[in-house]
């Protein structure tokens, strides 16, 4: 009996620590199973909606040490800004006379190479060594930076080792920090607005130009100087055209780049989110600052080595695609495109090995 007794005991035991066991085991299921059903449906929201990457911004120089790198990249800040005032043709040590007018770089790259469809330098510096098509082999961001110096600033290129350039590297390389190598960030370029199905009209600017343009830029297209802190050294507002602009061999004197970045920047205080002009007007204004006089840079005859990579709105042959010079700098630009599509296509095909 006491056997039995023990043995009933024991079952009575094991069923009270089974069923204690079991009960936890479906508790456990339960909550396993609803966290894996609720995993699952995060999954498929995620596919369906997935999640924004962090945003990017331009980190602010104000916060960086005021140790060596921070005044290196400082400097090359202030070189964006005042070009005109460190390596301009004004300056009293001629050594350094590597600008050929008396724009800044932030004429063009706007709120010193932060804004958005401004032609931003941020983001860029990791892209580099990189194939230019302009050049026709690799070039490094020191290559791009004379580039700007030998077109934009009508000047002459900078020695790798100068301090100046090394300033200006090192701001483009802060600009783009926290950038992943092969990311490209929004908003660099001039933005792109719809073409126009006919040429565009430097007439039809001319009269735009009077209406939007001339209380700054002047009826010359000259701009206006600044009064301080040196008189007559730099522009408030830069000049479009004459002597002291940027040369023919600039990326601002093709009509693509100059009419995006006046629909996305221009008249003062516009933007790409607030445009003021519209686009019809925007190529046209365009057309009749391109077509005005500047210095000719010598050489253009050699850019673009293969010719089916020239842009189509460059405004100086040789071209390979039969059209004229004065479509090619006022359009319409989607014939050229068709032409030099059907030519890269035959240049393909006759590449291939014979059967």
């Keep these: 009996m006491r056997k039995m007794v023990g043995s009933t005991f024991r079952y009575n035991?094991?069923?009270?620590?089974r069923h204690g066991t079991c009960a936890a085991v479906f508790a456990f299921l339960a909550v396993t199973g609803l966290a894996a059903l609720l995993a699952g449906?995060?999954?498929i929201a995620e596919e369906a909606h997935p999640p924004s990457p962090p945003i990017w911004t331009v980190p602010e120089i104000g916060a960086i040490p005021d140790d060596y790198y921070g005044r290196v990249v400082r400097r090359g800040r202030d070189l964006i800004t005042a070009t005109y005032a460190y390596i301009g043709p004004e300056i009293?040590?001629?050594?350094?006379?590597?600008?050929?007018?008396?724009?800044?770089?932030?004429?063009?790259?706007?709120?010193?190479?932060?804004?958005?469809f401004g032609i931003p330098i941020f983001g860029p510096f990791k892209q580099f060594p990189q194939y230019s098509a302009r050049s026709g082999a690799k070039i490094t961001i020191e290559d791009r930076v004379n580039s700007c110096m030998e077109r934009s600033m009508n000047g002459h290129a900078m020695?790798?080792?100068?301090?100046?350039?090394?300033?200006?590297?090192?701001?483009?390389?802060?600009?783009s920090t926290g950038v992943p190598a092969g990311q490209r960030v929004s908003g660099l370029g001039v933005g792109k607005m719809p073409e126009l199905t006919r040429a565009a009209d430097p007439e039809l600017g001319r009269t735009i130009y009077a209406g939007a343009c001339l209380a700054c830029h002047n009826s010359d297209g000259s701009g206006i100087r600044r009064s301080v802190p040196v008189p007559d050294l730099g522009y408030m507002v830069p000049p479009l055209w004459g002597s002291d602009s940027f040369n023919d061999g600039a990326g601002m004197g093709r009509l693509?780049?100059?009419?995006?970045?006046?629909?996305?920047?221009?008249?003062?205080?516009?933007?790409?989110?607030?445009?003021?002009?519209?686009?019809?007007d925007a190529w046209d204004v365009a057309a009749f600052f391109i077509s005005q006089p500047r210095p000719h840079k010598a050489g253009l005859e050699r850019d673009f080595p293969d010719l089916l990579q020239k842009p189509v709105d460059t405004p100086y042959g040789p071209?390979?695609?039969?059209?004229?010079?004065?479509q090619h700098k006022y359009g319409p630009f989607a014939p050229i495109r068709a032409s030099l599509a059907r030519l890269k296509a035959e240049k393909s095909e006759g590449a291939l090995p014979r059967r």
């Design 256 to 280: 693509i780049t100059a009419a995006n970045f006046v629909h996305f920047n221009m008249p003062h205080g516009a933007d790409y989110l607030n445009p003021q002009l519209s686009p019809e």
């Design 159 to 175: 020695p790798l080792d100068a301090p100046q350039m090394q300033a200006i590297v090192a701001y483009i390389k802060f600009l």
């Design 41 to 43: 449906a995060q999954s």
């Design 92 to 116: 009293s040590n001629v050594a350094r006379r590597y600008a050929g007018n008396n724009l800044a770089c932030s004429n063009c790259h706007l709120d010193a190479g932060t804004k958005k």
């Design 13 to 17: 035991r094991c069923v009270s620590t």
């Design 319 to 326: 071209y390979a695609d039969g059209f004229s010079a004065a």
